[in-house]
């Protein structure tokens, strides 16, 4: 039996979600069970809706075996001093992302991934506190791909990533890129169509397909050399390697995108470079970011726009 007393970063979530992030290993329909048979109580009464909503201040007890408790894990903190902080607040984060590096640890990871160094960033300065959480650690609100670089934006809070996840939902986040796209574009433009899934890749099509999802971005020629574009891509849906696979639909695949056509060798050049928060204020925790504009700098770019002038 373990007894837990919600905080702040654990209130305002169904009790079954919480137990779920709480107790991993235990199976859904046990968990439902013991919702019915008087395993869950908040406050010393018997809970049977796993919809109840939690409060700060709360008393959880669960009344199941051991072995479906996970032991306290052991934080072990990492080197940080590599972060490149573009902003931060009391609740977020933007970080610049260099490419290569990896987000989340994988099984062929040797060094520590960039959550690691957020967690342990955070920790050092007081504001995260492994062992006095239970369903939250910092995390992170928008992806970039192992080679993608940019501004990716990490959560200090449960109040704050609920708020921002539901932005992002909203498309009330615009995101902007710069890469380097074989060929010669000119002008601006739209690239509409179906993305598909496929194994380890994607393709857009300009017909639907079974389980294809609609995508969409505009994009701005900044210059070219007579082979190559620097392009500013404006993400107004947000797939799997929607700019990767959108362009190279158009037959203008990221230089150096072997997976995507490019005939080119190198690694590709893509870049998360600028976000604008523009939110429809409804007094959310993250009201006071509507109309803030964020910037990276893009080396690449520069490199290109000198070399080409």
Do not use: W
Request: with cysteine; hydrophobic share 35%.
């Amino acid at each position: 039996m373990r007894e837990i007393i919600i905080n702040e970063n654990d209130a305002a979530q169904r009790l079954d979600k919480f137990i779920t992030k709480y107790m991993p290993k235990l199976p859904k329909s046990m968990l439902y069970k013991g919702l019915r048979k008087n395993c869950v109580r908040v406050n010393g009464a018997h809970v049977k809706d796993g919809a109840y909503m939690l409060r700060g201040g709360d008393k959880v007890s669960l009344y199941f075996k051991d072995e479906f408790f996970d032991a306290p894990e052991v934080f072990a903190p990492v080197p940080f001093d590599s972060l490149k902080i573009i902003y931060e607040d009391e609740n977020i984060l933007l970080i610049d992302k260099r490419a290569g590096e990896l987000v989340h640890a994988d099984e062929n990871q040797s060094g520590a991934s960039l959550i690691d160094k957020v967690k342990s960033y955070l920790s050092g300065k007081g504001e995260y506190s492994p062992s006095s959480e239970h369903s939250f650690s910092p995390a992170f609100c928008n992806r970039l791909d192992r080679n993608t670089a940019g501004i990716i934006i990490a959560a200090k809070n449960a109040a704050a990533l609920r708020c921002m996840n539901e932005k992002i939902r909203g498309r009330e986040i615009d995101k902007f890129y710069l890469c380097v796209v074989e060929g010669v574009l000119t002008g601006a433009g739209t690239i509409e169509g179906y993305l598909a899934r496929g194994d380890k890749k994607v393709t857009v099509s300009d017909t639907p397909s079974s389980g294809a999802k609609f995508v969409k971005t505009d994009y701005t020629a900044v210059a070219d050399n007579g082979k190559e574009t620097l392009v500013e891509a404006k993400l107004l849906t947000g797939r799997t390697h929607q700019i990767r696979a959108s362009f190279a639909h158009i037959g203008h695949p990221l230089c150096g995108d072997r997976k995507y056509g490019s005939s080119s060798r190198g690694t590709y050049r893509l870049y998360s470079y600028k976000l604008r928060f523009s939110f429809d204020k409804n007094g959310s925790v993250l009201d006071y970011l509507s109309g803030m504009e964020f910037t990276a700098d893009t080396g690449f770019a520069k490199k290109f726009l000198s070399q080409n002038s």
